[in-house]
Protein backbone atom coordinates (compact mmCIF):
# COMPACT_ATOMS: atom_id res chain seq x y z
CA UNK A 1 0.00 0.00 0.00
CA UNK A 2 1.35 3.59 -0.16
CA UNK A 3 -1.61 5.68 1.19
CA UNK A 4 -1.25 9.69 1.06
CA UNK A 5 -3.75 12.46 0.70
CA UNK A 6 -4.16 14.15 -2.58
CA UNK A 7 -1.65 16.15 -4.65
CA UNK A 8 1.09 14.98 -2.30
CA UNK A 9 2.95 12.85 -5.02
CA UNK A 10 1.91 9.62 -5.04
CA UNK A 11 1.53 9.41 -9.03
CA UNK A 12 4.74 10.87 -9.87
CA UNK A 13 6.86 8.93 -7.15
CA UNK A 14 4.81 6.04 -8.96
CA UNK A 15 5.91 6.89 -12.93
CA UNK A 16 9.65 7.49 -11.04
CA UNK A 17 10.06 4.04 -9.62
CA UNK A 18 8.32 2.72 -12.83
CA UNK A 19 11.16 4.63 -14.99
CA UNK A 20 13.67 3.48 -12.48
CA UNK A 21 12.62 -0.48 -12.03
CA UNK A 22 12.40 -0.40 -15.93
CA UNK A 23 15.69 0.82 -16.51
CA UNK A 24 17.19 -1.64 -14.49
CA UNK A 25 15.84 -4.59 -16.40
CA UNK A 26 14.88 -7.17 -13.99
CA UNK A 27 11.35 -6.42 -13.98
CA UNK A 28 8.18 -5.27 -16.26
CA UNK A 29 6.74 -2.72 -13.78
CA UNK A 30 3.80 -0.47 -14.87
CA UNK A 31 1.62 2.09 -12.98
CA UNK A 32 -1.92 2.59 -14.00
CA UNK A 33 -4.77 4.88 -12.89
CA UNK A 34 -7.74 2.43 -12.56
CA UNK A 35 -9.96 5.35 -11.70
CA UNK A 36 -12.41 5.17 -14.61
CA UNK A 37 -13.38 1.36 -13.31
CA UNK A 38 -15.76 3.77 -11.30
CA UNK A 39 -18.10 3.51 -13.62
CA UNK A 40 -18.80 -0.17 -13.41
CA UNK A 41 -22.10 -1.01 -12.26
CA UNK A 42 -21.07 -4.44 -10.74
CA UNK A 43 -17.69 -5.44 -10.01
CA UNK A 44 -17.20 -7.58 -13.48
CA UNK A 45 -17.80 -4.74 -15.71
CA UNK A 46 -15.51 -2.69 -12.72
CA UNK A 47 -12.67 -5.41 -13.02
CA UNK A 48 -12.78 -5.71 -17.28
CA UNK A 49 -12.39 -1.71 -17.33
CA UNK A 50 -9.44 -1.48 -14.59
CA UNK A 51 -8.15 -4.78 -16.93
CA UNK A 52 -8.89 -2.43 -20.38
CA UNK A 53 -7.00 1.16 -18.08
CA UNK A 54 -3.65 -1.77 -17.28
CA UNK A 55 -4.17 -3.02 -21.34
CA UNK A 56 -3.86 0.90 -22.23
CA UNK A 57 -1.10 1.92 -20.02
CA UNK A 58 1.27 -1.03 -20.99
CA UNK A 59 1.27 0.49 -24.59
CA UNK A 60 1.57 3.45 -23.43
CA UNK A 61 4.83 2.59 -21.28
CA UNK A 62 6.08 -0.73 -22.16
CA UNK A 63 8.14 -2.46 -25.21
CA UNK A 64 5.62 -4.14 -27.26
CA UNK A 65 6.94 -7.79 -25.85
CA UNK A 66 5.77 -7.02 -22.26
CA UNK A 67 2.36 -5.28 -23.26
CA UNK A 68 -0.57 -6.34 -21.38
CA UNK A 69 -3.03 -8.32 -22.89
CA UNK A 70 -5.82 -6.54 -25.31
CA UNK A 71 -9.54 -6.59 -23.60
CA UNK A 72 -12.05 -6.63 -26.31
CA UNK A 73 -14.55 -4.33 -25.31
CA UNK A 74 -17.57 -6.63 -26.79
CA UNK A 75 -17.09 -9.76 -24.93
CA UNK A 76 -18.24 -10.93 -21.62
CA UNK A 77 -15.18 -10.58 -19.02
CA UNK A 78 -15.71 -13.68 -16.44
CA UNK A 79 -16.05 -13.95 -12.86
CA UNK A 80 -13.04 -13.64 -11.62
CA UNK A 81 -11.98 -11.40 -14.43
CA UNK A 82 -8.58 -9.33 -13.07
CA UNK A 83 -7.15 -13.20 -11.75
CA UNK A 84 -7.33 -14.59 -15.12
CA UNK A 85 -6.39 -11.57 -16.63
CA UNK A 86 -3.47 -10.95 -14.34
CA UNK A 87 -2.60 -14.48 -14.61
CA UNK A 88 -2.73 -14.68 -18.87
CA UNK A 89 -0.40 -11.58 -18.76
CA UNK A 90 2.32 -12.96 -15.95
CA UNK A 91 2.41 -16.30 -17.94
CA UNK A 92 3.15 -14.91 -21.44
CA UNK A 93 5.75 -11.83 -19.93
CA UNK A 94 9.31 -12.43 -20.02
CA UNK A 95 9.91 -10.99 -16.55
CA UNK A 96 7.89 -10.99 -13.25
CA UNK A 97 5.74 -7.98 -13.09
CA UNK A 98 5.41 -5.35 -10.89
CA UNK A 99 1.83 -3.81 -11.34
CA UNK A 100 1.08 -0.59 -9.30
CA UNK A 101 -2.49 0.37 -9.45
CA UNK A 102 -3.09 3.81 -9.15
CA UNK A 103 -6.78 5.67 -7.81
CA UNK A 104 -7.95 2.74 -5.85
CA UNK A 105 -10.53 4.46 -4.01
CA UNK A 106 -12.35 4.91 -6.97
CA UNK A 107 -13.91 1.95 -6.58
CA UNK A 108 -17.00 1.26 -5.13
CA UNK A 109 -17.09 -1.17 -1.51
CA UNK A 110 -18.64 -4.38 -3.70
CA UNK A 111 -16.09 -3.36 -6.72
CA UNK A 112 -13.33 -3.14 -4.36
CA UNK A 113 -13.94 -6.44 -2.24
CA UNK A 114 -13.79 -8.15 -5.75
CA UNK A 115 -10.83 -6.87 -6.54
CA UNK A 116 -9.03 -7.67 -2.80
CA UNK A 117 -10.58 -11.11 -3.25
CA UNK A 118 -8.98 -11.63 -7.16
CA UNK A 119 -5.44 -10.50 -6.19
CA UNK A 120 -5.30 -12.68 -3.24
CA UNK A 121 -6.44 -15.67 -4.96
CA UNK A 122 -3.38 -15.46 -6.99
CA UNK A 123 -0.97 -14.37 -4.39
CA UNK A 124 0.20 -18.03 -4.56
CA UNK A 125 0.76 -18.36 -7.98
CA UNK A 126 3.28 -15.67 -8.15
CA UNK A 127 5.83 -18.16 -6.82
CA UNK A 128 5.54 -19.67 -10.19
CA UNK A 129 5.37 -16.89 -12.37
CA UNK A 130 1.54 -16.94 -12.41
CA UNK A 131 0.75 -13.57 -11.15
CA UNK A 132 2.47 -10.44 -10.80
CA UNK A 133 5.30 -10.78 -8.66
CA UNK A 134 3.80 -7.38 -6.52
CA UNK A 135 1.25 -5.42 -6.87
CA UNK A 136 0.73 -1.69 -4.58
CA UNK A 137 -2.30 -0.13 -3.86
CA UNK A 138 -1.79 3.24 -4.24
CA UNK A 139 -4.81 5.55 -2.43
CA UNK A 140 -5.56 7.92 0.16
CA UNK A 141 -6.63 5.10 2.72
CA UNK A 142 -4.73 2.05 3.87
CA UNK A 143 -5.99 -0.74 4.16
CA UNK A 144 -7.21 -1.08 7.87
CA UNK A 145 -9.35 1.97 6.85
CA UNK A 146 -11.41 0.54 3.73
CA UNK A 147 -11.80 -2.64 6.80
CA UNK A 148 -13.94 -0.39 8.56
CA UNK A 149 -15.57 1.48 5.74
CA UNK A 150 -16.61 -1.95 3.91
CA UNK A 151 -17.28 -3.50 7.20
CA UNK A 152 -17.97 -1.09 9.98
CA UNK A 153 -19.56 -3.33 12.61
CA UNK A 154 -18.05 -6.51 11.79
CA UNK A 155 -15.49 -8.77 13.51
CA UNK A 156 -12.24 -9.56 11.73
CA UNK A 157 -12.54 -11.93 8.78
CA UNK A 158 -9.59 -14.10 9.58
CA UNK A 159 -6.79 -14.65 7.92
CA UNK A 160 -9.43 -15.43 4.84
CA UNK A 161 -10.39 -12.12 4.83
CA UNK A 162 -9.34 -10.33 1.48
CA UNK A 163 -7.89 -7.33 3.35
CA UNK A 164 -5.08 -9.96 4.31
CA UNK A 165 -3.13 -9.06 1.57
CA UNK A 166 -0.91 -6.53 2.61
CA UNK A 167 2.71 -6.69 3.17
CA UNK A 168 3.75 -3.68 4.06
CA UNK A 169 2.38 0.01 3.71
CA UNK A 170 5.13 3.17 2.66
CA UNK A 171 3.51 6.03 3.35
CA UNK A 172 4.70 9.60 1.87
CA UNK A 173 6.79 11.84 4.23
CA UNK A 174 6.22 15.63 4.52
CA UNK A 175 9.19 17.26 3.14
CA UNK A 176 11.32 18.31 6.19
CA UNK A 177 13.55 21.52 6.50
CA UNK A 178 15.90 20.52 4.22
CA UNK A 179 13.95 19.37 1.71
CA UNK A 180 11.81 22.58 1.60
CA UNK A 181 15.25 24.57 1.18
CA UNK A 182 16.47 22.64 -1.11
CA UNK A 183 12.99 22.62 -3.49
CA UNK A 184 13.40 26.76 -2.84
CA UNK A 185 16.65 27.07 -3.88
CA UNK A 186 16.20 25.54 -7.18
CA UNK A 187 13.35 27.88 -7.70
CA UNK A 188 16.37 31.08 -7.09
CA UNK A 189 18.93 28.69 -9.24
CA UNK A 190 16.62 28.73 -11.90
CA UNK A 191 15.48 32.36 -11.73
CA UNK A 192 17.31 34.51 -9.45
CA UNK A 193 14.30 35.21 -7.73
CA UNK A 194 15.47 34.91 -3.80
CA UNK A 195 13.71 33.78 -1.38
CA UNK A 196 14.63 35.73 1.83
CA UNK A 197 15.12 33.32 4.75
CA UNK A 198 12.50 34.50 7.15
CA UNK A 199 10.03 33.70 4.24
CA UNK A 200 11.43 30.52 4.03
CA UNK A 201 10.68 30.06 7.43
CA UNK A 202 7.28 31.17 7.52
CA UNK A 203 6.34 28.93 4.45
CA UNK A 204 7.42 25.81 6.57
CA UNK A 205 5.45 26.73 9.51
CA UNK A 206 2.48 27.44 7.70
CA UNK A 207 2.45 23.97 5.51
CA UNK A 208 4.63 21.58 7.72
CA UNK A 209 5.92 20.56 5.01
CA UNK A 210 2.50 19.22 2.98
CA UNK A 211 3.53 18.83 -0.46
CA UNK A 212 0.65 20.58 -2.27
CA UNK A 213 0.45 23.20 0.32
CA UNK A 214 4.26 23.86 -0.42
CA UNK A 215 3.96 24.06 -3.96
CA UNK A 216 0.78 26.04 -4.02
CA UNK A 217 2.61 28.97 -1.58
CA UNK A 218 5.13 28.96 -3.76
CA UNK A 219 3.14 29.66 -7.12
CA UNK A 220 0.69 32.13 -5.70
CA UNK A 221 3.74 33.93 -4.43
CA UNK A 222 5.56 33.88 -7.64
CA UNK A 223 2.96 33.67 -10.52
CA UNK A 224 -0.05 34.89 -9.12
CA UNK A 225 1.00 37.48 -6.51
CA UNK A 226 4.19 39.00 -8.30
CA UNK A 227 3.51 37.92 -12.16
CA UNK A 228 6.80 36.18 -12.17
CA UNK A 229 8.45 39.32 -12.16
CA UNK A 230 11.71 37.18 -10.75
CA UNK A 231 13.89 41.05 -9.81
CA UNK A 232 11.20 40.98 -6.39
CA UNK A 233 12.13 38.69 -3.45
CA UNK A 234 10.02 36.76 -1.60
CA UNK A 235 9.78 38.12 1.35
CA UNK A 236 7.97 37.02 5.54
CA UNK A 237 4.83 39.25 4.00
CA UNK A 238 4.20 38.61 1.20
CA UNK A 239 4.30 34.13 1.90
CA UNK A 240 1.19 35.32 5.13
CA UNK A 241 -1.08 37.24 2.37
CA UNK A 242 -0.64 34.00 0.07
CA UNK A 243 -1.73 31.80 2.89
CA UNK A 244 -4.84 34.03 3.18
CA UNK A 245 -5.43 33.89 -0.46
CA UNK A 246 -5.43 30.16 -0.04
CA UNK A 247 -7.64 29.80 2.40
CA UNK A 248 -10.35 32.60 0.86
CA UNK A 249 -10.07 31.17 -2.29
CA UNK A 250 -10.51 27.05 -1.22
CA UNK A 251 -8.95 25.49 -4.13
CA UNK A 252 -10.09 22.17 -4.58
CA UNK A 253 -7.48 20.34 -2.87
CA UNK A 254 -8.69 22.19 0.46
CA UNK A 255 -11.96 21.55 -0.15
CA UNK A 256 -11.22 17.85 -0.09
CA UNK A 257 -9.49 18.02 2.99
CA UNK A 258 -12.55 19.92 4.29
CA UNK A 259 -14.84 17.17 3.22
CA UNK A 260 -12.47 14.54 5.18
CA UNK A 261 -12.81 16.75 8.11
CA UNK A 262 -16.96 15.68 7.90
CA UNK A 263 -16.01 11.93 8.60
CA UNK A 264 -16.98 11.03 11.91
CA UNK A 265 -13.70 9.05 12.65
CA UNK A 266 -11.58 12.44 11.45
CA UNK A 267 -14.31 14.92 12.99
CA UNK A 268 -13.45 13.20 16.57
CA UNK A 269 -9.81 13.26 16.18
CA UNK A 270 -9.42 16.55 14.68
CA UNK A 271 -11.64 18.03 17.83
CA UNK A 272 -9.59 16.14 20.47
CA UNK A 273 -6.75 18.00 19.11
CA UNK A 274 -8.26 21.48 18.82
CA UNK A 275 -9.83 20.89 22.60
CA UNK A 276 -6.70 19.11 23.58
CA UNK A 277 -8.58 16.60 24.93
CA UNK A 278 -7.29 12.76 25.88
CA UNK A 279 -8.30 9.93 23.61
CA UNK A 280 -9.08 6.22 24.71
CA UNK A 281 -6.35 3.75 23.07
CA UNK A 282 -9.16 2.06 20.95
CA UNK A 283 -8.89 5.57 18.80
CA UNK A 284 -5.67 4.72 17.48
CA UNK A 285 -6.32 3.97 14.40
CA UNK A 286 -8.64 6.69 14.18
CA UNK A 287 -5.51 9.17 14.95
CA UNK A 288 -3.48 7.16 12.09
CA UNK A 289 -6.57 7.74 9.25
CA UNK A 290 -7.06 11.45 10.16
CA UNK A 291 -3.41 11.92 9.67
CA UNK A 292 -2.92 9.57 6.52
CA UNK A 293 -5.67 11.64 4.71
CA UNK A 294 -4.44 15.17 5.90
CA UNK A 295 -0.79 14.27 5.99
CA UNK A 296 -0.90 16.14 9.19
CA UNK A 297 2.37 16.73 11.21
CA UNK A 298 4.03 14.74 13.56
CA UNK A 299 4.12 14.19 17.10
CA UNK A 300 6.39 16.89 17.81
CA UNK A 301 3.78 19.52 16.75
CA UNK A 302 0.57 18.38 18.58
CA UNK A 303 -0.08 19.29 21.88
CA UNK A 304 -2.20 16.32 23.65
CA UNK A 305 -0.70 12.98 23.27
CA UNK A 306 2.00 11.40 20.64
CA UNK A 307 1.21 10.76 17.08
CA UNK A 308 -1.99 12.88 16.71
CA UNK A 309 -2.45 14.57 13.94
CA UNK A 310 -2.22 18.79 14.71
CA UNK A 311 -3.97 20.70 11.38
CA UNK A 312 -1.74 23.23 9.26
CA UNK A 313 -1.90 26.74 9.73
CA UNK A 314 -3.49 27.01 6.34
CA UNK A 315 -5.90 24.28 6.88
CA UNK A 316 -6.85 24.89 10.34
CA UNK A 317 -10.66 23.80 11.08
CA UNK A 318 -11.46 27.02 13.18
CA UNK A 319 -11.07 28.87 10.06
CA UNK A 320 -14.06 27.43 8.66
CA UNK A 321 -17.25 27.22 10.34
CA UNK A 322 -19.32 24.08 10.63
CA UNK A 323 -16.45 21.26 10.19
CA UNK A 324 -15.61 20.78 13.51
Not at 76 to 101: R, T
Not at 198 to 204: F, G, N, S, V
Not at 211 to 227: G, I, P, Q, S
Amino acid sequence: MIPAPRQTGKATFGLALMEKLNSDGRYTVLISSIQPAAQGRDPVQAMKIAAQCIAQGSRLYLPEAEWAPAVDANQQFPENGMLNYLQQWSQANPKPIVLLLDEVDALLDANFLAMLYQLRAGFTDRVKGGFPHLIGLIGLRDVRDYTIRVRPDAQSLGTGSPFNIKAKSFFMDRFDHDEIVSLLLQHTQATGQVFEPPAMAAIEHLTQGQAWLVNALAYELVTEMLHNDFAQPITEALVWKAKEILIQRRDTHLDSLLDKLKEDRVRGIVSAVINGTELSDDRVNDALTARTLASSPASRHSFCQPDLPLPHPVESAPRLPAIV
